[in-house]
């Protein structure tokens, strides 16, 4: 009788446990406002006053994601290239077991973000996550947010950046409590850590931790090869027609008798 009532009693132990671990959450933050966290700038280093910063992960491995990623350091942002992104991204702070919405990572006037997302589920993400951050400069992005390829323009910039998946020194969840998603630890957390974009040159105004996202010049189109090629025929006629133009008086000069 005591053997199966300590079963009954360690039975109800596991399932109030199971139960616990599933309703567990923790509160996301992220700030970027000052030389101490570093800012996200434009590719040209400066303040990003206009866009947005999506935390959250991606459900392939780090290696994967830069193969998926190959090439997007040089080309222009692409509504394809961010759609392939967006498909193995789970956003934090987009509401209900993802957490609380967060206002405050859009950029302000003077190139700021600071929020946090409360009650992000476990189940979610689990302990040991690691988090990356999504930077643009355009606001119409993220999970849930109707936008089509007209969103991305040639003045489109991004980046993507993480600080690997350690927990205490990096961008992992841990266990209880919350985690501060700053880009001081970006700076070193070594190799991988400048997914797209790169590290700012450091100066008073920015600090040492700042990111710059990339604005790579689109390479020209078909169409674009045409023009080219259309004026560059231009030119090498009108220089040919300049050269074979003869004198007003040639050939209308006679052998005098």
């Known amino acids: 009788m005591k053997i199966e009532l300590r079963a009954l009693l360690f039975s109800s132990f596991l399932v109030q446990s199971v139960f616990s671990l599933g309703a567990a959450t923790i509160n996301v933050g992220a700030v970027a406002s000052a030389t101490a966290t570093g800012y996200y700038l434009n590719s040209d280093g400066t303040f990003s006053t ?6 959250g992960s991606f459900n392939v491995s780090q290696s994967a994601l830069q193969s998926l990623i190959a090439g997007f350091q040089t080309t222009a942002p692409t509504y394809s290239s961010y759609l392939a992104l967006l498909n193995d ?3 934090v702070g987009t509401g209900g077991a993802n957490g609380s919405t967060v206002s405050g ?4 006037p003077t190139g700021t973000i600071a929020g946090t997302s409360t009650n992000a589920d476990y189940s979610v993400f689990p302990a040991n996550t690691q988090m990356y951050a999504w930077s643009f400069n355009i606001t119409n992005v993220g999970v849930g947010i109707t936008n089509n390829a007209s969103s991305f323009t040639t ?3 991004w980046g993507l950046f993480t600080a690997g998946s350690n927990s205490a ?3 992992g969840i841990p266990l209880g409590g919350s985690k ?3 880009l001081s630890q970006v700076s070193t957390s070594g190799a991988g850590a400048y997914l797209i974009g790169s590290a700012s040159s450091s100066n008073p105004i920015v600090g040492n931790y700042s990111v710059r996202m990339v604005h790579a010049i689109p390479e020209p189109t078909i169409s674009g090869y045409a023009i ?3 004026m560059a025929f231009l030119l090498i006629f009108f220089i040919r027609r300049k050269n074979e133009t003869p004198s007003l008086n040639q050939g209308d000069q006679s052998t005098p008798v």
């Open 228 to 230: 080219l090629a259309f």
């Open 89 to 91: 991204f789970t956003q």
């Open 180 to 182: 501060s998603l700053v």
């Open 105 to 108: 990572w859009n950029f302000s």
């Open 155 to 157: 003045g489109t910039e």
């Open 169 to 171: 020194i990096g961008w």
């Open 50 to 55: 206009n866009g947005t910063v999506l935390f």
